[in-house]
């Protein structure tokens, strides 16, 4: 069992930047891909970046390339996502999931543990 908390959203305006963190429960941690995704109102939710569970790959969604960072401390159980130069079409819920492998992955389906989502608005 993984319990995922996310934390770190708020309200920034165009440009600003912010850190979401990814607080994860139990023993597996290291040995599972980390992912973000994240859903605007009246949109699917979408792939943002993955993190493998060494840290060593990373893979990111059009959306984020440039401008968003994934990183892991597995010491403290933690994804982050560093998101910079933020645009009003980055508003959304943003979600951590992990999967139960140790390599990255884009599809949602293959993630078995989901985070609640943590809101992430940028004003114009």
């Known amino acids: 069992q993984v319990q995922l908390v996310e934390s770190g959203g708020g309200l920034v305006q165009a440009g600003g930047s912010l850190r979401l963190s990814c607080a994860a429960s139990?023993?597996?941690?290291?040995?599972?891909?980390m992912g973000w995704f994240r859903q605007a109102p009246g949109k699917d939710r979408e792939f943002v970046a993955s993190?493998?569970?060494?840290?060593?790959?990373?893979v990111y969604g059009d959306s984020a390339k440039g401008r968003l960072t994934i990183s892991r401390d597995n010491g403290k159980n933690t994804v982050y996502l560093e998101m910079n130069s933020l645009k009003p079409e980055d508003t959304a819920v943003y979600y951590c999931?992990?999967?139960?492998?140790?390599?990255?992955?884009?599809?949602?389906?293959?993630?078995?543990?989901w985070g609640q989502g943590t809101q992430v608005t940028v004003s114009s």
């Open positions: 999931a992990a999967r139960p492998y140790e390599t990255v992955g884009r599809s949602q389906v293959t993630y078995d543990y």
């Open positions: 139990g023993r597996t941690f290291s040995t599972r891909a």
């Open positions: 993190i493998s569970g060494s840290g060593s790959v990373t």
